[in-house]
């Protein structure tokens, strides 16, 4: 695989994408954060794309709000989710596939 100038190889995996992460974070000094404090900043950065879409569905948003792009906040929510899979030891590629199966076989309307 490729490397990318994050260090992220092209075409990473969810679970690699998961590992980087977490290092990332503790690099960057935020791996003594805990828990609550990850949950309630995710729930900001859920916000924060929530604003992103209401601007880009042309919603009025405050006047004084710094808003991001959607992607942006995505990824943003992305790297939040990725922690606190992380936090719990949670394997998102592997609960991801287990609650596929879940849903396939789960009557949709």
């Known amino acids: ?3 990318t ?6 075409g990473a ?3 690699q994408l998961q590992r980087y992460i977490e290092r990332e974070a503790k690099k960057r000094g935020f791996g003594n954060q805990r828990v609550l404090e990850k949950c309630l900043i ?13 601007k880009e569905e042309k919603i ?3 006047r ?3 808003i991001g792009t959607v992607s942006e906040e995505l990824a943003d929510v992305l790297m939040y989710v990725c922690t606190i899979a992380s936090y719990y030891g949670v394997d998102l590629e592997a609960a991801f596939r287990a609650k596929d ?3 396939a076989r789960r009557v949709w309307r």
């Open 101 to 103: 199966k879940v849903h």
């Open 64 to 66: 004084h709000s710094k």
């Open 1 to 3: 695989m490729k490397k």
């Open 60 to 62: 009025p948003v405050g």
């Open 42 to 54: 995710l729930g900001e950065e859920m916000g924060e794309l929530f604003k992103a879409i209401r």
């Open 5 to 10: 100038d994050t260090g992220l190889p092209e």
């Open 13 to 15: 995996t969810l679970a």
